[in-house]
């Protein structure tokens, strides 16, 4: 009787040791050792507009791209399983500033007055926007689009881009949903330029040769972006990610994801800066 009872207790104590561990790893920071096991932790919401191609979009039904390889080898890193919702471009801003998600990784460009608002990761890729028209068009550069009509998707940085050269509230800017949107509207002669991210646009002309489009550069016009992870303001998943960000260009797997996807080799050392 008494070598059972020893035996309960070892047991129990056992039990107790494990359950403590547990609960240890599952309400850690990430930061620890122990954060690629990370099987407590919780999953993450993350949101985005998967209408972006080549960084998020639908293939049959499922969405891929770019960006989703990043959050899917941060996932990996950083021990936080991901479940990520296509809910729409204005719908990441709500979700993230009601907190209804943890994240979003969208082709988010980091700038000032989404800061007020929102926390970023540390750069995580380089844009810029540039110019699709049709190949037979007069327009050369940014100043050009002034007296034109212009398709951009909905509070992007293109809008902004745009609006700079030709004014706020200009009704010659054609506000869309999507990029996809736009670009339509440019096929269909309503308007006779989409401005928008360089690698989407670029991605776009070369897929459709029979479009006759062309894509035009003006750094003068258009100041290098970088895009990054957005979070609610305060999100303590930023300093766990910027440091899974920084072993996936020190490892060799952002390499290997962008070059995946874009036929080229990253300067890590451009985003690092
Ligand atoms: N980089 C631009 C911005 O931040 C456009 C991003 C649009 N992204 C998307 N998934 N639709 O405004």
């Given at each position: 009787?008494?070598?059972?009872?020893?035996?309960?207790?070892?047991?129990?104590?056992?039990?107790?040791?494990?359950?403590?561990?547990?609960s240890?790893?599952?309400?850690?920071?990430?930061?620890?050792?122990?954060?690629?096991s990370g099987?407590?932790?919780k999953t993450?919401?993350?949101?985005?507009?998967?209408?972006?191609?080549?960084f998020?979009?639908?293939?049959?039904?499922?969405?891929?791209?770019?960006?989703v390889d990043?959050?899917?080898?941060?996932?990996?890193?950083?021990?936080?399983?991901?479940q990520?919702?296509?809910v729409?471009w204005?719908?990441?801003?709500?979700?993230?500033?009601n907190k209804t998600?943890?994240?979003?990784?969208s082709?988010?460009?980091?700038?000032?007055?989404?800061?007020q608002t929102?926390?970023?990761?540390?750069?995580?890729?380089?844009?810029?926007?540039?110019?699709?028209v049709?190949?037979?068009?007069?327009?050369k550069?940014?100043?050009?689009?002034?007296?034109?009509?212009?398709?951009?998707?909905?509070?992007?940085?293109?809008?902004?881009?745009?609006?700079?050269?030709?004014g706020?509230?200009?009704?010659?800017?054609k506000?869309?949903?999507?990029?996809?949107?736009a670009?339509?509207?440019?096929?269909n002669?309503?308007?006779d330029?989409v401005?928008?991210d360089n690698?989407?646009?670029e991605e776009?002309?070369?897929n459709?040769p029979?479009?006759?489009?062309?894509?035009?550069?003006?750094k003068?016009?258009?100041a290098?972006?970088?895009?990054?992870?957005?979070?609610?303001?305060?999100?303590?998943?930023?300093?766990?990610?910027d440091?899974?960000?920084?072993?996936?260009?020190?490892n060799?797997?952002?390499?290997?994801?962008?070059?995946?996807?874009?036929?080229a080799s990253?300067?890590?050392?451009e985003?690092?800066?």
């Amino acid at each position: 009787m008494k070598k059972k009872l020893s035996i309960f207790s070892l047991v129990l104590a056992f039990i107790l040791v494990l359950s403590a561990c547990a609960s240890g790893s599952g309400s850690s920071s990430g930061s620890s050792a122990s954060s690629s096991s990370g099987t407590q932790k919780k999953t993450l919401r993350v949101v985005d507009d998967a209408t972006y191609a080549p960084f998020e979009y639908m293939d049959k039904g499922k969405i891929v791209g770019f960006d989703v390889d990043i959050l899917n080898a941060l996932s990996k890193e950083t021990g936080y399983k991901v479940q990520l919702a296509n809910v729409g471009w204005d719908p990441v801003f709500v979700e993230l500033k009601n907190k209804t998600a943890d994240m979003s990784i969208s082709a988010i460009t980091i700038n000032s007055q989404r800061k007020q608002t929102y926390d970023f990761s540390v750069p995580y890729f380089l844009s810029t926007n540039k110019i699709l028209v049709k190949k037979n068009s007069n327009i050369k550069s940014g100043a050009d689009l002034k007296g034109k009509v212009i398709a951009v998707q909905t509070a992007t940085t293109g809008q902004a881009a745009v609006e700079k050269i030709v004014g706020q509230n200009n009704p010659n800017v054609k506000k869309f949903k999507t990029i996809n949107l736009a670009i339509m509207e440019l096929l269909n002669g309503g308007a006779d330029a989409v401005v928008a991210d360089n690698t989407v646009i670029e991605e776009y002309a070369k897929n459709n040769p029979g479009q006759n489009l062309k894509v035009i550069m003006d750094k003068k016009a258009f100041a290098p972006e970088f895009y990054g992870l957005m979070y609610p303001k305060g999100s303590n998943l930023r300093s766990v990610f910027d440091k899974a960000i920084n072993t996936l260009y020190a490892n060799g797997t952002y390499t290997k994801i962008y070059q995946k996807w874009f036929k080229a080799s990253p300067d890590v050392n451009e985003l690092k800066a």
